[in-house]
């Protein structure tokens, strides 16, 4: 039985573990690990969320509270990521920045990555929270980046023209695009590039 549930410490070299596999291209120095995990729970521990199948750990998301200026939106993860110790977390903040989100590749296509998102909005809804933001990766980029430019794909997804293996999905769950993110992380798999996404309180996931 698949169920999402709040991260506990004993999960964390698990989780570690996870973001090899889920993020293979990421460069290591993005990737959480279990100390990380661990400051997570004494910063944060509402905002955290694992997957859980059969007992295994098969998907996770990190979650902080901020503000956010959206007159002065661009940004990149490093400097939300700061070290991966949830520094930039703001105990008041009106939004819900996600961090990361991901589903181990074996257990893909089963509405995991929904379920998540869904206790992401149940955490917004009832800490009073304006709403979710994150920041899409365009993970079908790196497949056709010698032949068309990051700003030519990401009209193109706008458009409808083109779907997108992460940002379509979460277009369908409901999450508005707002602005491409160049050189928003180290990642050949979306070019380096995000999408900044939203998603209001009253959304249903």
Request: hydrophobic share 40%; with cysteine.
């Amino acid at each position: 039985m698949a169920i999402v549930r709040h991260m506990q410490a004993g999960d964390a070299d698990a989780l570690e573990a996870l973001q090899v596999t889920v993020f293979p291209t990421l460069d290591d120095a993005e990737r959480l690990h279990a100390s990380q995990y661990l400051r997570h729970l004494a910063v944060f521990p509402a905002g955290q969320f694992v997957m859980e199948d059969a007992g295994a750990i098969v998907g996770m998301t990190t979650t902080m509270r901020m503000n956010f200026d959206f007159e002065h939106y661009y940004h990149r993860f490093g400097e939300l990521f700061a070290g991966g110790r949830l520094e930039n977390h703001q105990p008041g903040g009106v939004w819900l920045y996600g961090l990361d989100i991901g589903i181990h590749p074996a257990h893909r296509g089963r509405g995991y990555a929904r379920l998540l998102y869904r206790a992401r909005q149940r955490l917004v809804r009832s800490l009073g929270l304006k709403g979710q933001l994150t920041a899409g990766m365009m993970n079908g980029y790196g497949a056709v980046a010698d032949r068309i430019s990051g700003e030519t794909y990401y009209r193109e997804w706008l458009e409808g023209s083109r779907e997108d293996p992460t940002l379509t999905p979460q277009r369908n769950m409901g999450f508005r695009p707002l602005a491409l993110l160049p050189d928003y992380l180290h990642d050949p798999q979306c070019g380096n590039y995000g999408v900044l996404l939203r998603l209001d309180a009253e959304e249903e996931v």
